[in-house]
T-cell receptor
């Protein structure tokens, strides 16, 4: 079974609007971390945000927030006030804390429309 | 600033050639990873290493080998390159238990 599922291959959003990128995960490990990375067309992977499985509050980093719903095993990324520079691929990832591996989803390509 | 450096951004090789992709990190990280990125498939783990001379297979190790003789360097080797190994290769490193994976800029390999 897939550890990380991103069901939106491509998304469009109007500049200054908010957008939610979906991510669901699968693990039986009680301790895990969830991550989002951004990959612009230049190719580098940029770390955006982290959520631990025991964190009580949703993680936020500037315009990025992670909508963590543990019972539903979802970790959606919310980008508020979208900017043209937000156009990129976005990857959701998970690390089970009993192991060393990081598991990645297939990514969502976000295009911000002026 | 911490860095993961991949020696080549772009490579073009011929079928059957031996290919070395080098990755060096300056953060004293124990864990290092090689991923392959293909459109629609995301990042797939080829191999990872949690210490010098230690390695573990990831999800798609066939056709690849790795070498970790020094802590800072993790090499990916394609013994006999094939056209289906044309891809973007990403190296990453982290400390055990850390909450972030630091990536290199990627190496785009084309096998003709």
């Amino acid at each position: 079974a897939q550890k990380i599922t991103q069901t939106q291959p491509g998304m469009f959003v109007q500049e200054k609007e908010a957008v939610t990128l979906d991510c669901t995960y699968d693990t039986s490990d009680p301790s895990y971390g969830l991550f989002w990375y951004k990959q612009p067309s230049s190719g580098e992977m940029i770390f955006l945000i982290y959520q631990g499985s025991y964190d009580q509050q949703n993680a936020t980093e500037g315009r990025y927030s992670l909508n963590f719903q543990k019972a539903r095993k979802s970790a959606n990324l919310v980008i508020s006030a979208s900017q043209l520079g937000d156009s990129a691929m976005y990857f959701c990832a998970m690390r089970e804390l009993t192991g060393n591996q990081f598991y990645f989803g297939t990514g969502t390509s976000l295009t911000v429309i002026p | 600033d911490v860095k993961v450096t991949q020696s080549s951004r772009y490579l073009v090789k011929r079928t059957g050639e031996k290919v070395f992709l080098e990755c060096v990190q300056d953060m004293d990280h124990e864990n290092m990873f090689w991923y392959r990125q293909d459109p629609g498939l995301g990042l797939r783990l080829i191999y990872f290493s949690y210490d010098v001379k230690m390695k573990e297979k990831g999800d798609i190790p066939e056709g690849y080998s790795v070498s970790r003789e020094k802590k800072e360097r993790f090499s990916l080797i394609l013994e006999s390159a094939s056209t289906n190994q044309t891809s973007m290769y990403l190296c990453a490193s982290t400390l055990p238990g850390a909450n972030v994976l630091t990536f290199g800029a990627g190496s785009r390999l084309t096998v003709l």
